[in-house]
């Protein structure tokens, strides 16, 4: 039990700060794998509990009439800036603001937003950025849902869509940039947001964000420019952040790398204060924050984020060299391995690894790669990525299996497509799990 002196549980500290966060020593300004043990939180606060409790409250009780009418100012954008304190948790609570300010630093964002799932943070971004009539231009392919989300359900609202494909060039950028334009103004809206995946999967192509960038500010020289946003979930935070390369929001399916243990389903938004600003009063409105206890777990991940995601891409590499070599290996579609001048180009300027999700293509078709799925010991067969365990999964006869053939033969998603999602096992081990399994087939 307490005694009558001691501070109840309280908030964090990114509202009542007795300890301001230390974020650069002697000048040295601190790494994000160093902030993620315990930025945006202060033990004190919280009965010196080292780590944040979690807060499982629906409310939040005010302590005056008047700050509660100020802090529902702040909520119904009456006031501007970071709010003053918890309301309602629709809006946010604790363990979210304390992720928000770690999930943040990653990318060197003004702010993040945090949401129930990578679905959830995109419906819920181009829900406060696109209004009828306008068009979003992005590239393509796109994870299969946002796909969906924009073509079959925006589309019932009136918004319409041209897309480019992942690897296009500055010239072709700036002609779908004219088209979007033109058809804007046809439709008597605006172009609202450029939307891009990269790389695409599961093809693997990377977007020129940087050319994105020029094209965009070359066609909308004035004050109206759609944002720039980005899906960061196969390379992000560790190996990219678009931000640098001109990017204004990066969106995240937090249920894979930053998870990475395949035990949640979370998503993030990072980005320009005052793009963030427009959206988090619409996950306000729907609420697709995501839960206290999903929060706190995302917590713990991002401590070993950097380890994680270190270990994943070094394996990736050495299984990479092991497959490249092998007979029954047609190819591998790995950012550590490119062919395509143009595309190695845009790796040197956006990434700084080549990550662990890739693509094997086994000499056969989809009897020979069920062959090899069926056989493997270690890797598991499902559907994600990006967590501590090894994952297989046939593209085209299970996540893309609904899409169009046309389609699928210009995505190159044939049938002796094998994706492959490396985790933090011991290399070698993998290595004789993949060898022992194409020797069956
Ligand atoms: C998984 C994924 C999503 C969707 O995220 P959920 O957390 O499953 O809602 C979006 N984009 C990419 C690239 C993904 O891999």
Redesign the pocket.
Known sequence: MTDSKTPPIAAPASRRKPKADIETIGGRRLKPSTLMMGHGYDPTLSEGSLKPPIFLTSTFAFESAAAGKKFFEHITGKREGPADGLVYSRFNGPNQEILEDRLAVWDEADDSLVFS??????ATMLLALVGQNDVIVHSGPL?A??ETLIARILSRFGVSFLDFPAGATREEIDSMMDQAKALAAEKGGKVALVYL?SPA?PTNALVDVEAVRASRDAAFPGDQKPAIAI?N??LGPLWQQPIKQGAELV?Y????YAGGHSDL???GVSGNQTLINIIRPMRNVIGTICDPNTAWMLLRSLETLELRMTRAGENAAKVCAFLKAHPKVEGLGYLGMIDDPRQQDIYNRHCSGAGSTFSLFIRGGEAESFRFLDALKIAKLAV??GGTETLASHPAAMTHLSVPQERKDALGITDNLVRISIGIEDPDDLIADFDQALALV
């Open positions: 799932s990578g679905m959830s943070a995109i994870y849902a946002t995946e999967n899906d979930t196969f969106v399916s937090l249920t894979k389903v979370a998503g994600s990525l």
